[in-house]
Structure formats: structure tokens, C-alpha cells
């Protein structure tokens, strides 16, 4: 990103990811955490950060607890 992303430009991620217990039967590769999201970043500006979760049922119609993270930067 670092290569594409102009002087000062920003950027929006989102990523969640899921409590790995109940194990799935086929598992959806978990996305990043908000700690691996600002360590990649660490050289920009971090202009909003937050994380969250809830509560909801997997493919499998078993209760389990979903994070979302998210991150907007500003290339310094």
C-alpha cells in the first residue's frame, strides 16, 4: 500500500473476526485483529480506530461471538 497510496492519502479497513470456539466443521479464515490492523500501520497516522462484538450464530446455527475491527490512516 505504501507504493500505490499518494503523500497524505487515506485509507478505511474493516475486518472481522471470530471466537474460534465452537470449532466450525469447515472454519472461515479469521481476518485481523485490530492490534495486527495498527501494528501494519504503524509508520501512519492513525486518524480512528475501534473494535467491537456481538453475539450471533455461525453456519452451523451455533451461537458465537463475532469481532469487528476497524481502521481509518493517513499516509504520513
Do not use: C
Not at 465452537?22 to 501494528?39: C, D, N, Q
Not at 475501534?50 to 453456519?59: F, I, Q
Amino acid at each position: 500500500m505504501d507504493e500505490h497510496v499518494t503523500e497524505q492519502g487515506i485509507i478505511g479497513i474493516e475486518t472481522f473476526y471470530q471466537d474460534p470456539k465452537p470449532p466450525f466443521g469447515h472454519p472461515v479464515r479469521s481476518l485481523y485483529t485490530l492490534k495486527e490492523l495498527t501494528a501494519y500501520f504503524m509508520t501512519w497516522t492513525e486518524l480512528y480506530a475501534r473494535e467491537y462484538s456481538h453475539l450471533g450464530l455461525d453456519m452451523n446455527g451455533q451461537t458465537r461471538k463475532f469481532f469487528v475491527s476497524g481502521l481509518v490512516v493517513r499516509k504520513v
